[in-house]
Every structure is written in C-alpha cells, then in structure tokens.
C-alpha cells in the first residue's frame, strides 16, 4: 500500500511538471486528490489492515496528499506569473510614438464675413437685432409698403408656408419689429443678420437660400448723404479703396429714394466675365431713405424722424473680396474649399 501511494506521488508530481497550462494543472488536481482518485482508492482499503499498521499508512498518505499539493501550488505560482509575463509583453505602450494630432476647425467663410461686417459696423455704433426666419406677409410685405396684390412682391418669389406666413425673403422685416419696439422714438441704429429665402434658380451668384445683413438708421436730419458715406466707408475698409463702387437708381416699395450698390468685379476686373454676367460690376446690395409709409405704419412720426436703409449679401461680398466664382461653394460643405479660408 505504502509502494502504492509513492508510485502515486511520483506519478502525480511528474505530471505536474510537465504541463505548461493552468486548466490542466487543475484536471490533474481533480484526478489525483479528488474524491474519485487513486488515493481515495488506496485509503478505502485500510479497513482491511492491522491496525497497528493503519496510523502508519494514514501518516504517508497525508505526507502524499501534502506533497502534491505543494507541487501543484509551487507550478500555479510559476504559471500565473508566467501568464503576467506574457500579459505585460503583448500591451506595452511604446511611449514614444507620435500622437494622433487634433484637427483644429475655422470659421466657415460665410460666419466670418458675417462677423467681418458687423464688426465693421458695431464699430461705427450700430448694435445687433434679430428676427425670425418663419415670417408673417405682414412683416415681410406689408408692413414695408407692399400691400397684397401689389406688383413689386413678384421681385422676391416667396416660398409660402400658409396664406399668411412664408420663409422671409428678405431681412427687411425685422426694420419694421426694431421700429416698433422703439415705440416711435429715435434714435434707431441697428443691423440684422440672417437667412432668407427665395424661388430663385440657381446659378453663380444666386442661391434659394441665402444671407442678407440689413442695416436700419433712423433719427432726426438723417439724409441720403448719410447713407452715401456710410455706404462708401463700408465698401473702402471691406474691399480696399482701389476697388470702384457705383449707386444705381433702384426701386424699392420701402425706400424713395432707392439705389442699387455695384463693386467692380474681381474676377475680371471690370472686363466682364461669367461671374459679373459680363458687366464687369457685381451688385452686392440695395438701399434707401425709408419711405415714411413705413415709418408711420410702425408708429414713427415721418415729419419728425427720417432715415436710411439697407440690405447686403455677404455671400456676393465675400465672392467679391476673396475672388470666389460659384455662390454654391458655401452650401456645399467641401472642406477643401472651407480649409483655404483658415484664419492666422
Ligand atoms: C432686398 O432684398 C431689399 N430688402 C434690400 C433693401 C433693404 C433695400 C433695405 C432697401 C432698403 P434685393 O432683392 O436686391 O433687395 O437683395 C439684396 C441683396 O441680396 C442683393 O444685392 C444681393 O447681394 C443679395 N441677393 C439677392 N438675391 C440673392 C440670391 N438669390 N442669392 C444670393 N444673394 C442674393
Ligand atoms: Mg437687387
């Protein structure tokens, strides 16, 4: 019996040596010292010993169960720290390889033109107003001097949204929301920027949907020599004074009288090209003194107050300034278009 559990310790240790795999480890475990093994086995059959001899064979079977025990505690230890090994090898951080670089946005050209012109304009004293997008005819038509039915709703195809709310076409509504919250009192110095939108076909210097910036003075002794200085200080420090600036008669039902702004192309330099429709000019905005329907009909006294209005489009500007040939380079998200407009 003694022989029989030696034979079963050297056995047993010898396997333990040999496996190089914890889950092994544990079956040799389990099929040596487990209730199903060889040395539960071999103990079964003390009953049938002397029993002087039993403490005997009872003493080398604990020191069997304690040796292999021990061995296989002795390997569980060599193969974790050797499954660590193989852990810290496989993950290690090469700490001195470059990094993934962020990539820093820029202003879209569109938002920094905006930016450019209201700086230009806070700086001379105006302040910024906003109105809504979704707007009602009245603030869009009629409150500036276009009744329903009248012709000259035609120059701006509207993209309607009920009978009496549309998507403004103009940023002209919000003179008449800044004029009534002033509640007939001057002075009124403002600019708006914002989207509109109108049923135009697109082309290159047209977009459905597009940006205006309105300017709105209103005070006392406001004339249109105000609004001329304005108007040429804004385009000298926007486009350098050795571009050519020329005021055309215009009609617009708000204003009397109305103009029209032109800046030499940049494209062609005043020889006409696809871009300027071959006129060598580029108008960029349309102006006025504002007509005192529309002063009156927001709560103004025309007799005491005068003023002068406008209305941009900062895409036409920034195509100007920056040599841009295609309106539809802002809508189309081209980031090699937008990256050249990095700023320093
Ligand atoms: C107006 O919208 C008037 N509300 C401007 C105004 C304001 C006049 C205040 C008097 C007093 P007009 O339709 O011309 O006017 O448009 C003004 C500017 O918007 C144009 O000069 C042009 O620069 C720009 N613009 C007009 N239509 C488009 C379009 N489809 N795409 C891009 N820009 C446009
Ligand atoms: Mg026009």
Not at 153 to 170: G, K, P, V
Not at 208 to 226: A, K, P, W, Y
Request: aromatic share 8%; hydrophobic share 35%.
């Amino acid at each position: 019996m003694k022989e029989r559990l030696q034979e079963l310790q050297e056995e047993a240790i010898q396997q333990i040596q040999g496996t190089q795999d914890l889950k092994e480890l544990n079956d040799i475990r389990v099929s040596f010292l487990g209730k199903k093994g060889p040395i539960t086995e071999v103990l079964k059959g003390m009953g049938k010993l002397p029993a002087e001899e039993r403490p005997i064979i009872g003493e080398v079977a604990n020191k069997v169960r304690e040796a292999i025990t021990n061995a296989i505690e002795k390997k569980l230890a060599t193969l974790e720290q050797a499954e660590v090994e193989k852990k810290l090898a496989s993950q290690k951080i090469d700490v001195t390889l470059p990094g993934r670089p962020v990539r820093k946005g820029n202003h879209h050209p569109l938002t920094a033109i905006v930016e450019e012109i209201e700086d230009l304009f806070i700086g001379m004293g105006y302040t910024i107003a906003e109105g809504p997008e979704v707007e009602s005819d009245y603030y869009n038509f009629e409150a500036l001097n276009l009744p329903k039915g009248h012709p000259a709703r035609d120059m701006q195809d509207s993209f309607y949204i009920s009978e009496e709310t549309l998507l403004r076409t103009q940023t002209s509504p919000i003179q008449v929301r800044t004029l009534e919250m002033h509640e007939g009192k001057g002075p009124v110095r403002i600019i708006c920027p914002g989207k509109v939108y109108r049923r135009d076909n697109d082309d290159a210097t047209h977009s459905h949907q597009f940006t205006q910036i309105e300017g709105l003075v209103v005070d006392e002794n406001i004339r249109m020599s105000d609004l001329k200085g304005t108007l040429t200080v804004f385009a000298q420090k926007m486009f350098g004074e050795d571009r050519k600036i020329r005021l055309r008669p215009s009609f617009f039902p708000f204003t009397e009288p109305s103009v029209e702004m032109d800046i030499s192309c940049k494209i062609c330099h005043g020889e006409g090209c696809n871009v300027c429709k071959g006129t060598g000019w580029i108008e960029i905005l349309g102006a006025g003194m504002v007509h005192p329907n529309v002063l009156e009909m927001a709560g103004f006294d025309s007799k005491k107050y005068t003023g002068f209005a406008f209305g941009m489009g900062p895409e036409r500007i920034a195509m100007l300034k920056y040599g841009i040939e295609d309106i539809r380079n802002f809508y189309i998200n081209d980031r090699r278009f937008i990256d050249q407009f990095k700023r320093a």
